[in-house]
Nanobody
Framework: QVQLVETGGGTVQAGGSLRLSCVASGITTTRYNLGWFRQAPGKERESVAAVSWSGGNTFYTDSVKGRFTISRASAKNTVHLQMNSLKPEDTAVYYC????????????????????WGQGTQVAVSS
C-alpha cells in the first residue's frame, strides 16, 4: 500500500518561512518523481514544484521561483519544500505526490501525471 505523509504546515505571517516534508512508502516502481501541489479554496489544484529521481532536476511554477526550494533526501523517499518570503496568495492545502516509471533525470509537472497522493497539509499566510 502506497502512503505519502506530509508534515510541516501551519500559519505564518507574510514574509515568514515554512518547511514541508513528505515521506513516501510502499512504492515498488524502480524510480519515481516527487512533487508538491496546492489547492486554494475555489481554485483548481496547481503544480508548485517537482524533483527528479536523481534529485538533480527540478521544476518550479513561476509564482514561487526564487522563494521555494524543493530537495530530495539521499534516501530518495523523502522530499522537502522550503518556503521563504511567503505571501497571502500562497495560502492553500499543499499535497505531496509521486509519479512512477520515470527516467532518472525526468521531471513530471502536471497533477494528472501523478498516481499517488498524500492527504495534504494546510498552509495559511496572514497579511
Amino acid at each position: 500500500q502506497v502512503q505519502l505523509v506530509e508534515t510541516g504546515g501551519g500559519t505564518v505571517q507574510a514574509g515568514g518561512s515554512l518547511r514541508l516534508s513528505c515521506v513516501a512508502s510502499g512504492i515498488t516502481t524502480t524510480r519515481y518523481n516527487l512533487g508538491w501541489f496546492r489547492q486554494a479554496p475555489g481554485k483548481e489544484r496547481e503544480s508548485v514544484a517537482a524533483v527528479s529521481w536523481s534529485g538533480g532536476n527540478t521544476f518550479y511554477t513561476d509564482s514561487v521561483k526564487g522563494r521555494f526550494t524543493i530537495s530530495r533526501a539521499s534516501a530518495k523517499n523523502t522530499v522537502h519544500l522550503q518556503m521563504n518570503s511567503l505571501k497571502p496568495e500562497d495560502t492553500a492545502v499543499y499535497y505531496c505526490a509521486a509519479s512512477g516509471g520515470v527516467r532518472s533525470a525526468e521531471v513530471r509537472t502536471q497533477p494528472a501525471e501523478y498516481a499517488w497522493w498524500g492527504q495534504g497539509t494546510q498552509v495559511a499566510v496572514s497579511s
